[in-house]
């Protein structure tokens, strides 16, 4: 694929390889991670709006960032118009420089309280927060699907509503909200939605390799991709695919983000998450079986360290 930068407002995002925001993953650490190897932009965790007004304090840990962070995009989840809009313009993410509008999580709990991919089911309220959002002086970009059921799919149509509501990108998971994260994703549902609108359009869904990076973007025309669970597994996906040079092998950069969460996170924190990292980077690992349940045990930071560099040997 072509490596380009997306000019968003006034920023531009170095490649157009970007990150998906991923509950328990894309905290402050990965997403320096994924800048390093080369990612446009990576999202915080999905943060609630209505959380944050209430000022909770586990959404509020959501948000921690350092002035190291090259680009600082948030994706804020909600329903209701004005509190996607006080949120935006509020104080807790005063230092963001992108807002990312939840419209895509097809969970049940999210649909149910008319969030996420619900808001695809209500135009008006959509384009209401969108534009409510825009208020904060901030570029905004909103994350969807490409309908609710697979026999009723309208991605090119809701693009357009982003656009004329003021939305500076969108992103389409080329699945709808019916079939979750399975299935064959539609990329002829991504190519129309590109062909509809004049803002950028970044294709998600079903890329596990450079491979189907490309063929992605041949078969849409979008103007990047974003990477979701694969860019956990296998990180080096960005550096592959921006040509960026990276010399680092697994081992190292798992230790590296022992060091860097375990600098601005405490001790529960760091060993759940590298934890969860691991796990992912040695799915493909062979040998590496008789380790998982060490891995899991592991209780100090010393001993996970220990175990990382037995898994990931040299």
Not at 218 to 241: K, Q
Request: some cysteine; glycine content about 8%; proline content about 4%.
């Amino acid at each position: 694929m072509e490596i380009r930068k997306i000019r968003l407002g006034n920023l531009l995002l170095p490649s157009n390889v970007l990150m998906a925001p991923l509950a328990g993953y894309t905290c402050y650490p990965f997403r320096m991670l994924a800048y390093e190897m080369g990612a446009g932009v990576c999202f915080t965790e999905m943060v609630s709006a209505n959380a944050l007004k209430y000022k909770d304090k586990a959404t509020r840990r959501l948000l921690f960032t350092t002035e190291k962070e090259p680009i600082k995009a948030v994706q804020l989840l909600g329903g209701i118009p004005t509190i996607m809009e006080q949120m935006a313009g509020s104080e807790w993410l005063e230092e963001f420089d992108i807002i990312d509008i939840n419209m895509g999580c097809p969970v049940p709990n999210v649909f149910k309280s008319g969030e996420g991919s619900a808001l695809m089911l209500d135009w008006k309220r959509a384009s209401a927060i969108i534009y409510g959002c825009k208020k904060s002086g901030k570029p905004v970009t909103v994350k969807c699907r490409t309908g609710i059921r697979e026999d009723q799919m309208f991605t090119a149509e809701f693009a357009r509503m982003c656009e004329a509501s003021g939305a500076d990108m969108v992103t389409i998971h080329g699945r709808s909200r019916s079939m979750m994260y399975d299935g064959k994703p539609y990329l002829n549902e991504i190519e129309q939605a590109k062909s509809a609108v004049s803002i950028p359009v970044i294709a998600n869904g079903g890329i596990y390799s450079i491979e189907d990076a490309n063929r992605v973007m041949d078969c849409t025309g979008a103007d990047g991709v974003m990477l979701a669970r694969y860019g956990l597994e296998n990180p080096f996906i960005f550096s592959e695919l921006t040509g960026l040079s990276c010399k680092k092998t697994p081992c190292q950069v798992l230790k590296g983000q022992i060091e860097i969460t375990s600098q601005y996170y405490n001790e529960t924190f760091t060993l759940n998450y590298i934890k969860k990292i691991a796990s992912y980077m040695m799915k493909k690992r062979k040998g590496t079986k008789k380790y998982k349940e060490r891995l899991y045990r592991s209780g100090s930071l010393a001993e996970l360290q220990e175990v990382v560099e037995m898994i990931f040997q040299e």
